[in-house]
């Protein structure tokens, strides 16, 4: 979901991703996370991170607050859109 307030990213890998996603989410990868902080950092409005349970999301949403970048973790990507709608 990317609209102009909520951006979700799915930090699943790619192969994970492509089986299943919540709608217009972004696919960055738990590894390259820390590597794409800035990148993130540019994105506008609430960020909200997913997954297959909130495991993962939850490791993004460290690294991410630890460099300053407000988000929330979403849990697992068929909750994400949810979650997103509830803030």
């Known amino acids: 979901m990317k609209d102009s307030n909520r951006t979700i990213i799915d930090v ?11 709608q ?9 996370v820390e590597a ?4 993130i950092a540019k994105i506008e409005g609430e960020i909200i991170l997913c997954c ?3 495991n993962r999301s939850g490791m993004a949403q460290q690294i991410l ?6 988000c929330h973790n979403g849990g697992s990507w068929f909750a994400a859109e949810n979650y997103a709608m509830a803030l």
């Open 52 to 54: 297959a349970s909130g």
């Open 12 to 22: 699943r890998s790619e192969g994970e991703f492509a089986m299943g996603h919540a």
């Open 36 to 39: 794409r902080a800035e990148e």
């Open 24 to 32: 217009d989410a972004l696919n960055i990868p738990l590894n390259e």
């Open 65 to 70: 607050q630890s460099k300053g970048i407000d």
